[in-house]
């Protein structure tokens, strides 16, 4: 039969409007949180990272956000560009250093 | 530093056909890492390996795939024989155990298509 694609969840943003991809982790022994951005025919590459001892980091135009209660990660991209667009991975690691992917968040913006 | 250096960074090869991908981890990186990510199961990690040890290669999908590191500096991942479902972009990352460094950096990818 027709093999079925992974469809992305997909967030599509206005030019200058801010965006809020959501990513929510399994493992509650996890201390290291990174989010990727995977832009087309490139490898992923990191944005930000957040330890577990923190709820909030700033970075240039990004700030993450994460609730350990509810084992929730968000990435905030301020004043998005056409230059965001991409596919938005968060990873977390637990005791390894081995981090796991989630399945991405394809984030578009419209000029 | 160059960064994670992959090649080739397009194969394509006939059904049977054994292939090689090769992979060039940034300097001084203990961890390297291969990938392979596909539109069904997104980005899968396939072997690991650390200080040019392979820690755990429960992610390689079949006996025909097969992964070396013979020194720290080069790593490949073999397919023998390939099949038109292995078709997938791989990926290889490293990263440092150090505090600083303890992200993945990736390679740019070898598109691998078995017709």
């Known amino acids: 039969g027709e093999s079925v694609g992974l469809h992305l969840p997909t967030l599509s943003v206005q030019e200058g409007d801010n965006s809020i991809i959501n990513c929510a982790y399994s493992n509650s022994a996890s201390d290291y949180f990174i989010w990727y951005k995977q832009e087309s025919g490139k490898g992923p590459q990191f944005i930000i990272d957040?330890?577990?001892?923190?709820d909030k980091r700033q970075g240039q135009r990004v700030t993450v956000l994460l609730n350990k209660t509810v084992k929730h990660l968000s990435l905030q991209i301020a004043a998005t560009q056409p230059g965001d667009s991409a596919v938005y991975f968060c990873a977390e690691r637990g005791g390894s250093y081995i981090p796991t992917f989630g399945r991405g968040t394809s984030l578009i913006v419209h000029p | 530093d160059a960064g994670v250096i992959q090649s080739p960074r397009h194969e394509v090869t006939e059904m049977g056909q054994e292939v090689t991908l090769r992979c060039k981890p940034i300097s001084g990186h203990d961890y390297l890492f291969w990938y392979r990510q596909t539109m069904m199961r997104g980005l899968e990690l396939l072997i690991y390996?650390?200080?040019?040890?392979?820690?755990?290669d429960s992610g390689m999908p079949e006996d025909r795939f097969s992964a070396k590191m013979p020194n720290a500096s080069f790593s490949t991942l073999k397919i023998q024989p390939s099949e038109p479902r292995d078709s997938a972009v791989y990926f290889c990352?490293?990263?440092?155990?150090?505090?600083?460094?303890?992200?993945?950096?990736f390679g740019q990818g070898t598109r691998l298509t078995v017709v």
């Open positions: 390996f650390n200080n040019n040890v392979p820690i755990d």
């Open positions: 990352a490293s990263s440092s155990t150090g505090v600083l460094d303890t992200e993945a950096f």
């Open positions: 957040i330890r577990s001892n923190m």
